[in-house]
């Protein structure tokens, strides 16, 4: 079987008003000939508007790895830059068959329209028909040649009627709606007096007449004698207005017909003319003072929303990557759209200015990551690893290209100002083209936000990896500053007993030395060697104990608990622990004890009655407070605070700079002095809070441990 061709076509917005019956011809057109699309829909280059200079990095996607020919707009694509940049620009297609449609180019074929003829007769119909001679004048884009060619005929027309050219009611333009609203204003606040005005297209002049209607309405202008306006394209809203808009129509339909022909001749190595010339004709309505034509209207159902009441701003919010793609799932169901491919880059983010197509060095990240597919009416539950990742312009990965059917895909960026971060395809099986951008830009607005929590989420784990690093480190350190005594202990006892071997060895057969010595020598290689275990017993239980605290520090469970459940486990511990029998605790809450907290619930309870261990143990037994310990549980801010109070004999002012820096103890053989240095360890490694104390001003000791509380 024939392989079908797959042809590229770059356009400057398939939902606007000018290319939107442009868009769907050549539609039309592809299904006639039996060829697919992957429409690149961009914007003009250098246009000044920041947005849709972020529209044309879709064109650096076009590449001869997935097409067989490219059509271009080139005339709408190029207006706003020069010679030079153009040159620079369409070298980045070498090599792929071309058709340029409005703008002759050298290794082209192409296809132009008589803008000339088509506006000499609306300027001809002013004059001739109406009797107009002071005709007003709104050019476009000056380095567009249909413009130019627009407003070499107007020239001409006054030219042949005798009606001197007055360059005070000649404007600039620039093919932008905003702009013809911006020149009506003008023209109306100064009063500026004309017969008609003609626009070079119809965007400018249905901005003109918004204009003109918000002025009568808000301000009470008199624009009575401002409402003679004609245009060129005859996009699908000129019919929309009323009265609806005279203009001059461009042949769509035969355009189209001739560049889908065209291009899949060229494809096939056969000859085609180097320049095709199609005529442009006036279509008369209402607004150059003409009675309404009632025998036909271009309204095109293609043009109105087939699926009413459905809001892609409200169905599509969601900063959630799961609950987005469900979200989007159920739109182009309703929608009726068969396919829809999102990618990112797998670089990441990369910032874009339209200016880089200028420079061949410059070219779209390599790489892309498909994260949701929606193929044939179905949403791929998983996307498989052997395909997640592809070549950026391959648009889609190969198992995405369908063999058994034509199909046409829409390629628009994704970007949230000039931060780019992918592309949506999106498969157009009906003519419903008002539902592509609003999905666009709700899906790159959502996209954004899910992907910027995600990377917060990660920068978090990156942010807490650090702590329990950091805590790690602060916590071997201060173990081995501790541990070099025992050390150095074990060393010099290894030498002392090393002297008493060497000793013992020179008694022998030594008549001088008694039993008596050498049971001295005997006790005191016993003593030395006593003492090597009590050293080798410390030094393991610290590293027993050390290791269980590494391993708590480096799991990577998150669990979380409420303060009501460690106030509990922390009432159990105090009421069943031999060492807490004495224990005068009483527990004080100003927060609501529902608050949650990050962690494990275990190591929090054991620090805390570490804690109480240690103020029940900073008393003497004879102290008439003895053994009264208060707990206060409160918020600060997002913090939840743990202060564990005693009226105790307080700390030692040699111990204070040491703790949570080194093992402290002043419980001798009794105890290694770990419990402050881990808990400060993992309060901050693990927890990501903070540990402190301050002396009470009425006597004893107040330790406090402060954690952020979860977000409700």
């Given at each position: 079987m024939k392989k079908r061709k797959t042809i590229g076509v770059m356009v400057t917005g398939i939902d606007g008003n000018y290319l939107t019956h442009f868009w769907l011809m050549m539609k039309k057109a592809s299904e006639q000939y039996d060829c697919n699309l992957i429409v690149y829909d961009g914007r003009a280059l250098k246009y000044n508007a920041e947005a849709d200079g972020n529209h044309t990095i879709v064109y650096g996607f076009v590449d001869k790895s997935r097409i067989d020919g490219l059509i271009m707009t080139s005339s709408a694509i190029t207006s706003f830059i020069d010679e030079s940049e153009f040159k620079l620009f369409i070298s980045r297609f070498k090599g792929i068959p071309l058709v340029s449609i409005g703008k002759v180019l050298s290794d082209a074929s192409?296809?132009?329209?008589?803008?000339?003829?088509?506006?000499?007769?609306?300027?001809?119909?002013?004059?001739?028909?109406?009797?107009?001679?002071?005709?007003?004048?709104?050019?476009?884009?000056?380095?567009?040649?249909?413009?130019?060619?627009?407003?070499?005929?107007?020239?001409?027309?006054?030219?042949?009627?005798?009606?001197?050219?007055?360059?005070?009611?000649?404007?600039?333009?620039?093919?932008?709606?905003?702009?013809?609203?911006?020149?009506?204003?003008?023209?109306?606040?100064?009063?500026?007096?004309?017969?008609?005005?003609?626009?070079?297209?119809?965007?400018?002049?249905?901005?003109?007449?918004?204009?003109?209607?918000?002025?009568?309405?808000?301000?009470?202008?008199?624009?009575?004698?401002?409402?003679?306006?004609?245009?060129?394209?005859?996009?699908?809203?000129?019919?929309?207005?009323?009265?609806?808009?005279?203009?001059?129509?461009?042949?769509?339909?035969?355009?189209?017909?001739?560049?889908?022909?065209?291009?899949?001749?060229?494809?096939?190595?056969?000859?085609?003319?180097?320049?095709?010339?199609?005529?442009?004709?006036?279509?008369?309505?209402?607004?150059?003072?003409?009675?309404?034509?009632?025998?036909?209207?271009?309204?095109?159902?293609?043009?109105?929303?087939?699926?009413?009441?459905?809001?892609?701003?409200?169905?599509?919010?969601?900063?959630?990557?799961?609950?987005?793609?469900?979200?989007?799932?159920?739109?182009?169901?309703?929608?009726?759209?068969?396919?829809?491919?999102?990618?990112?880059?797998?670089?990441?983010?990369?910032?874009?200015?339209?200016?880089?197509?200028?420079?061949?060095?410059y070219e779209v990240p390599k790489k892309s990551e498909l994260i949701y597919a929606f193929y044939n009416e179905k949403k791929a539950e998983y996307i498989e690893e052997n395909i997640k990742y592809f070549n950026t312009k391959d648009i889609v990965p190969d198992c995405y290209i369908p063999n058994d059917r034509r199909f046409i895909y829409l390629v628009n960026p994704l970007f949230f100002n000039n931060e780019h971060f992918g592309f949506i395809c999106i498969e157009i099986v009906n003519d419903d083209v008002l539902d592509f951008e609003p999905l666009r830009g709700q899906v790159s607005n959502s996209l954004k936000g899910a992907l910027m929590l995600l990377e917060r989420e990660n920068m978090q784990k990156v942010l807490l990896e650090s702590e329990r690093l950091a805590s790690l480190g602060h916590l071997i350190g201060g173990i081995s500053h501790n541990l070099m005594t025992p050390i150095m202990s074990i060393s010099g006892a290894t030498s002392v007993i090393e002297d008493l071997v060497n000793e013992y060895k020179e008694s022998i057969g030594d008549s001088n030395v008694t039993n008596v010595d050498h049971h001295e020598i005997s006790d005191e290689m016993k003593m030395w060697i006593k003492r090597l275990k009590d050293y080798n017993s410390y030094m393991s239980g610290v590293i027993s104990t050390v290791k269980r605290q590494a391993v708590q520090l480096n799991s990577d469970t998150t669990n979380e608990f409420s303060v009501s459940e460690l106030i509990d486990k922390v009432e159990f511990l105090v009421q069943n622990s031999i060492k807490l029998k004495k224990c005068n605790l009483n527990i004080e809450t100003n927060i609501n004890t529902k608050i949650l907290i990050e962690g494990a619930l275990a190591n929090l309870v054991q620090i805390i009655d570490n804690l109480i261990i240690n103020a029940v143990e900073s008393y003497d037994e004879k102290d008439e407070n003895a053994y009264r310990v208060n707990m206060f549980v409160y918020l600060d801010g997002n913090m939840v605070v743990f202060k564990i109070r005693d009226y105790g004999r307080g700390i030692f002012s040699e111990y204070k700079d040491k703790i949570f820096k080194h093992m402290i103890t002043s419980k001798g053989k009794n105890g290694t002095g770990l419990s402050l240095l881990l808990s400060y360890s993992t309060i901050k490694g693990k927890y990501r809070g903070e540990m402190w104390f301050e002396d009470a001003k009425d006597g004893g000791t107040a330790f406090y441990i402060s954690i952020p509380a979860k977000k409700q």
């Open positions: 192409n296809i132009l329209i008589d803008n000339k003829e088509g506006m000499k007769e609306e300027i001809r119909h002013l004059v001739n028909h109406h009797g107009y001679r002071k005709i007003a004048f709104v050019r476009g884009p000056k380095n567009n040649l249909e413009a130019i060619e627009r407003y070499d005929a107007y020239l001409e027309v006054l030219k042949e009627n005798d009606i001197k050219i007055d360059q005070d009611i000649i404007f600039e333009g620039d093919f932008i709606s905003r702009t013809g609203y911006e020149i009506m204003k003008d023209i109306v606040i100064k009063d500026i007096y004309y017969d008609a005005i003609v626009f070079s297209n119809d965007d400018m002049a249905l901005g003109a007449t918004k204009a003109l209607k918000d002025l009568s309405k808000v301000h009470n202008f008199d624009v009575s004698k401002k409402n003679v306006i004609c245009g060129f394209d005859d996009s699908i809203n000129s019919s929309f207005t009323k009265p609806p808009l005279t203009t001059v129509r461009q042949p769509f339909e035969e355009i189209c017909d001739c560049s889908i022909r065209m291009i899949l001749d060229k494809i096939d190595g056969k000859k085609t003319d180097r320049v095709v010339k199609v005529p442009s004709a006036l279509v008369v309505r209402e607004t150059c003072g003409c009675k309404p034509d009632k025998a036909s209207s271009n309204i095109s159902d293609s043009y109105l929303r087939l699926v009413p009441n459905i809001s892609m701003h409200e169905n599509i919010q969601t900063y959630s990557l799961e609950s987005l793609y469900n979200k989007i799932t159920e739109i182009l169901k309703i929608c009726n759209l068969r396919s829809c491919f999102i990618s990112t880059y797998a670089e990441g983010t990369v910032i874009y200015k339209d200016h880089y197509l200028f420079d061949l060095s």
